[in-house]
């Protein structure tokens, strides 16, 4: 079946720590995108790739990485920069880029990410 | 400054009723809206869209409304059924990039 696994679904990070959240799609989509939801809060923006090899900053880049070096798999790491890391991430593609917005987005499972 | 808005956090309808969640925005820029239904700890699904070139569109139990003038889409689930428990994002995506702008959703409960 396709679609977008994102691993591990449960995260647990140290002080200090960096940790990497995987995103993979077998949905042939071109741009993929990372948001953080947090209680009671829509979906935030962190990074969004339109293309293999290039990516953007979204609305809350501060604290985290990401990298295209495939079509397929767009990880996401939060690094120690990070001051407030605990929320449940959602990695998303869609089968557009460019102009033509008009394609839903589908997302994966998320990953909750929490602080010892 | 949060261009799409759900001032309702939460809703309660009862079985077979109908339930309508609204959203409000802000940029008279945003041409496509889309309504997306997320259960506890997983992804949102895609649920129903609408271009602004419309002001209706159908799908099953689910209708969404546009309101250009009102800036003001709606989305109308009839008959409601326990199946519709879910958190309801409505989203809208920005010009230029398929970011996609979501409000801060409505925790509708359909109880029996």
């Known amino acids: 079946d396709g679609g977008i696994t994102q691993s591990p679904k449960y995260l647990f990070r140290k002080e200090g720590q960096n940790v990497t959240l995987s995103c993979e799609q077998n949905?042939?989509?071109?741009?993929m995108y990372w948001y953080r939801q947090d209680p009671g809060q829509g979906l935030r923006l962190i990074y969004y790739s339109q293309i293999v090899n290039d990516f953007q900053k979204g609305d809350i880049a501060e604290g985290y990485s990401v990298s295209r070096e495939k079509k397929e798999s767009f990880p996401l790491t939060v690094t120690s920069a990070q001051k407030n890391p605990t929320a449940f991430y959602l990695c998303a593609s869609s089968s557009r880029t460019g102009g033509d917005s008009n394609q839903p987005q589908h997302f994966g499972d998320g990953t909750r990410l929490s602080i010892l | 400054d949060q261009q799409v808005k759900q001032n309702s956090p939460s809703l309660s309808v009862q079985e077979g009723r109908i339930s309508i969640l609204n959203c409000d925005y802000t940029?008279?820029?945003?041409?496509?809206f889309l309504w997306y239904k997320k259960y506890p700890a997983e992804g949102p699904t895609f649920l129903i869209s609408i271009s602004s070139i419309k002001d209706k569109n159908e799908d099953g139990r689910f209708t969404v409304f546009l309101n250009k003038s009102a800036k003001h889409l709606s989305l109308h689930i009839v008959p409601s059924q326990p199946g519709d428990s879910a958190v309801y994002f409505c989203a809208a995506p920005s010009r230029g990039a398929q970011k996609l702008v979501f409000g801060q959703g409505t925790r509708l409960t359909i109880n029996p």
């Open positions: 949905l042939n989509h071109d741009a």
């Open positions: 940029n008279s820029m945003f041409d496509y």
